[in-house]
């Protein structure tokens, strides 16, 4: 009887830490999630936004948005006319600048408008930042929800930001966000993001379409990305502002 | 000629399509309407303006850039005098056609950091919101006084060298240009006051203007700037030299017309020479944007010769421009609220027409402004400024502007504004002047 209740207790110790083997922590789930995001050297993407108000009335806008590594990203605005050339550069430490082609200016980004809309979108100018989660979040495994890892990501001191905490939704077999809660400093749900179509182009994942719900406003916008290329190869020369206003 | 300018422009229209499909120029602008009227009075219109925006640009080669931008605009009222004038079409619907810019960019010229660009451009310099104290390369447009911050293109060279973060922008205008007067009452408020000697009364007053000669040494406009970042805050220090754009009165002859005092006088104006040291710098104070800029002026000496002789007075001499430098500065801040109002403050030590230390007054300006119905709509309630012309007796020397402003987006593109200038003050300070001249304005823009 002894003897079979020690193999019992072997078996379970043994059953439990297989189970702790293949759940990785939040803070492995978070840095494989920062890996498949950012995995491409470098991204040129055509991406076209559809903004839908409450009524359902759509308004379209265009731009092209390149990156390197995960921390500098370069947008222009294509479309419509009266945004047609404002660009916006985000760079290491949280600098972010602003072109405004009408007034031939460069204009550097304080924090302030960081959690303003960017360009009238249900994006802000943080959410448009290239980013790493595990730089500015100190993660918490909640669950797992069938094959969907569920963190909550909590903003590490010292980090200006407008969200008190996300809830994120990664998938278990490619570490790829499908969706994020954004909750206000109430602590109040007020924006959700959902990411579809999650293809593989050459070696890389890249969600086709994003879409941000603004629940308070309920507006949404989608993000679609209709041309993608990655690794041309850019240099950083072109995340600078000599850049910017070309 | 203007007519020859609106046929080239009717003909170049339809053609920009073709050339965005050949030759891969894109094009693109705005059609603005600015109509503005009078509160007191019988209303008159104090601004009627028609303007087309043209834009084209083009990259002709990888690291070659083309942009020009062009105006057509009709504005102000029908000039018709006699029946005959009727036959003119320039008389009754008045068009003009401003080269706004027009320029080459040559990416990586000689040296793969190198940048130049070359022909009609506007460089504006400076960090603070539309009054920059160290933007003095451009010439002033000071046709529309309430489109603060607007500058004409000057026809030149500038190279940019970049090193990291930091860049060195050097500047060259071969042939100065002077500045854009406002018309009418603005023209008043702006100059400077001429006093009469006691009995004497003004019947004519005459000028010309003694422009540089047209020379490299005389004519020629030059600058630099260093830019970069330090302490997280961008900076830049610049050296300019150039004539100041607005005209100094070096000579006045007073011409007697009758026994009781009654004069004609005739003045001579030049442009005087001027070197300006300037610095900026732009960051943030925790979240809030604060910006500040400062220039320090060292201007030519010049002395006003008043010629009395002919009533028997002689030549007077005096001061109209101490070569004394004299300071002006901007500071600023912006800060967005949770709720999405934003506001915007700025105080000002010397407005753009202000020279000499005794003679700088002291503006503070505060704008408060929020997007409502899902950014359909931006309100600008508290758009205000004030005018001290004098802290000892801030009563009698002051001005308070005041511009409330309505903006409708209906449609993407399109933009209805609605807006009003008020202005209480006294008489002594630049804006009271113009406190008889309070107008309601509408715009609507289309761009395309």
């Given at each position: 009887m002894k003897k079979k209740t020690i193999t019992i207790t072997m078996l379970l110790i043994w059953i439990c830490v297989s189970i702790y083997a293949q759940t990785p922590t939040a803070e492995d789930i978070l840095k494989n999630v920062d890996a498949v995001v950012n995995a491409p050297k470098d991204q040129d993407l055509k991406v076209k936004l559809i903004l839908t108000d409450k009524k359902g009335k759509e308004k379209t806008r265009e731009m092209s948005m390149l990156q390197k590594g995960s921390d500098k990203r370069m947008v222009k605005f294509l479309s419509p006319a009266d945004q047609k050339g404002i660009a916006f550069l985000s760079l290491p430490d949280d600098v972010m600048y602003l072109y405004l082609p009408a007034f031939k200016k460069i204009r550097r980004i304080a924090s302030h408008v960081k959690n303003t809309k960017f360009a009238g979108t249900d994006?802000?100018?943080?959410?448009?930042?290239?980013?790493?989660?595990?730089?500015?979040?100190?993660?918490?495994?909640?669950?797992?929800?069938?094959?969907?890892?569920?963190?909550?990501?909590?903003?590490?001191?010292?980090?200006?930001?407008?969200?008190?905490?996300?809830?994120?939704?990664?998938?278990?077999?490619?570490?790829?966000?499908?969706?994020?809660?954004?909750?206000?400093?109430?602590?109040?749900?007020?924006?959700?993001?959902?990411?579809?179509?999650?293809?593989?182009?050459?070696?890389?994942?890249?969600?086709?379409?994003?879409?941000?719900?603004?629940?308070?406003?309920?507006?949404?916008?989608?993000?679609?990305?209709?041309?993608?290329?990655?690794?041309?190869?850019?240099?950083?020369?072109?995340?600078?502002?000599?850049?910017?206003?070309? | 000629m203007k007519k020859c300018n609106l046929i080239i422009i009717v003909l170049i229209i339809p053609g920009f399509s073709l050339l965005y499909a050949e030759f891969g120029i894109d094009w693109s602008g705005y059609f603005q309407t600015d109509n503005r009227a009078l509160i007191k009075g019988e209303h008159d219109f104090s601004w009627h303006e028609y303007r087309l925006d043209l834009q084209l640009e083009a990259y002709p080669s990888t690291n070659t850039h083309f942009y020009s931008e062009v105006w057509l605009r009709t504005i102000g009222n029908s000039n018709i005098q006699a029946s005959s004038d009727l036959y003119d079409k320039e008389k009754i619907t008045s068009t003009n056609l401003y080269f706004k810019e027009a320029y080459l960019d040559i990416y990586g010229l000689i040296l793969k950091d190198l940048d130049v660009r070359i022909g009609r451009q506007r460089i504006a310099w400076g960090t603070a919101d539309k009054l920059n104290p160290t933007d003095n390369l451009n010439p002033d447009d000071l046709e529309d006084m309430w489109d603060f911050g607007r500058h004409l293109g000057s026809d030149g060279l500038k190279a940019t060298y970049y090193l990291g973060d930091y860049e060195l922008s050097a500047v060259f205008i071969p042939k100065f240009t002077p500045a854009v007067l406002p018309a009418g009452d603005w023209a008043a408020a702006l100059s400077p006051s001429f006093d009469l000697p006691e009995g004497i009364i003004l019947r004519n007053y005459s000028d010309k203007i003694i422009m540089p000669e047209n020379n490299l040494k005389e004519n020629s406009v030059g600058g630099a700037k260093f830019s970069g970042n330090l302490f997280n805050y961008d900076f830049s220090l610049s050296y300019v030299y150039d004539r100041d754009d607005l005209p100094l009165i070096n000579k006045a002859s007073f011409t007697p017309i009758d026994t009781f005092g009654t004069v004609d006088i005739s003045a001579e104006m030049v442009y005087p020479q001027m070197q300006v040291i300037g610095a900026d710098f732009a960051g943030s104070l925790g979240d809030v944007g604060v910006w500040g800029e400062s220039a320090i002026f060292f201007p030519e000496k010049i002395i006003l010769s008043t010629d009395l002789s002919a009533l028997g007075m002689g030549i007077q001499e005096s001061i109209a421009l101490d070569d004394e430098p004299y300071i002006k500065y901007v500071l600023g801040g912006d800060y967005t609220f949770t709720n999405g109002i934003y506001v915007n403050a700025q105080y000002l030590h010397g407005f753009i027409h202000e020279r000499g230390d005794d003679n700088l007054?002291?503006?503070?300006?505060?704008?408060?402004?929020?997007?409502?119905?899902?950014?359909?709509?931006?309100?600008?309630?508290?758009?205000?400024?004030?005018?001290?012309?004098?802290?000892?007796?801030?009563?009698?020397?002051y001005a308070v502007i005041f511009s409330p402003e309505i903006t409708y987006y209906p449609y993407d593109n399109i933009e209805i504004v609605f807006g009003a200038h008020i202005i209480d003050g006294k008489d002594s300070s630049t804006f009271g002047k113009m406190k008889d001249s309070d107008d309601i304005y509408f715009k609507a823009k289309v761009s395309f």
């Open positions: 994006f802000t100018y943080e959410d448009m930042e290239a980013v790493r989660y595990s730089d500015k979040y100190e993660p918490e495994f909640l669950r797992k929800e069938d094959s969907l890892f569920v963190l909550q990501l909590i903003p590490k001191e010292g980090l200006k930001t407008d969200y008190s905490k996300l809830i994120m939704w990664i998938r278990e077999d490619n570490f790829y966000i499908v969706k994020i809660e954004h909750y206000n400093k109430g602590d109040k749900l007020f924006k959700i993001m959902t990411r579809d179509k999650i293809e593989k182009i050459d070696e890389y994942w890249i969600a086709r379409e994003s879409k941000m719900q603004d629940l308070k406003a309920k507006h949404t916008t989608k993000m679609i990305f209709e041309e993608v290329k990655f690794d041309s190869g850019f240099s950083d020369d072109k995340f600078t502002k000599r850049n910017l206003k070309k | 007054e002291d503006y503070l300006m505060f704008g408060l402004e929020k997007k409502i119905f899902e950014d359909k709509v931006k309100i600008m309630p508290v758009n205000c400024g004030f005018e001290i012309k004098d802290f000892d007796n801030f009563k009698d020397n």
